[in-house]
Nanobody
Framework: QVQLAESGGGLVQAGGSLRVSCVAS????????VGWWRQGPGKEREFVAN???????NYANSVKGRFTISRDNAKNTVYLQMNSLKPEDTAVYYC??????????????????WGQGTQVTVSS
């Protein structure tokens, strides 16, 4: 059973950048989509970005043009580069994967495996 572990979160000022990583162990991402989700204080978990095995991507409108998701299949690692961060980006960021290959699938129920999350805090 694959296990996911995020890292790289922290505190950053508005306008700054941060990169978070997600490593898979006990298995691989295989041909499946890997996604980043986030949950801000008092908010529901929301979709951030998906990436397919070939590198195709899909982003939430709120992060499009600021965030970049990438993937290193050899290292079983997925990254989320976050630029021009805003206070409203403050959240726990989770990576997740499930048995599907459609990058436009964004229902939380479809992701079978989740990491423990990493906190990203953007100060104003």
């Amino acid at each position: 059973q694959v296990q996911l572990a995020e890292s790289g979160g922290g505190l950053v000022q508005a306008g700054g950048s941060l990169r978070v990583s997600c490593v898979a162990s006990g298995g691989t991402f295989g041909n499946y989509v890997v996604g980043w989700w986030r949950q801000g204080p008092g908010k529901e978990r929301e979709f951030v970005a998906n990436i397919g095995r070939s590198g195709s991507t899909n982003y939430a409108n709120s992060v499009k043009g600021r965030f970049t998701i990438s993937r290193d299949n050899a290292k079983n690692t997925v990254y989320l580069q976050m630029n021009s961060l805003k206070p409203e980006d403050t959240a726990v960021y989770y990576c997740a994967t499930g048995g599907f290959s459609d990058i436009f699938y964004t229902r939380v129920s479809g992701y079978n495996y989740w990491g423990q999350g990493t906190q990203v805090t953007v100060s104003s």
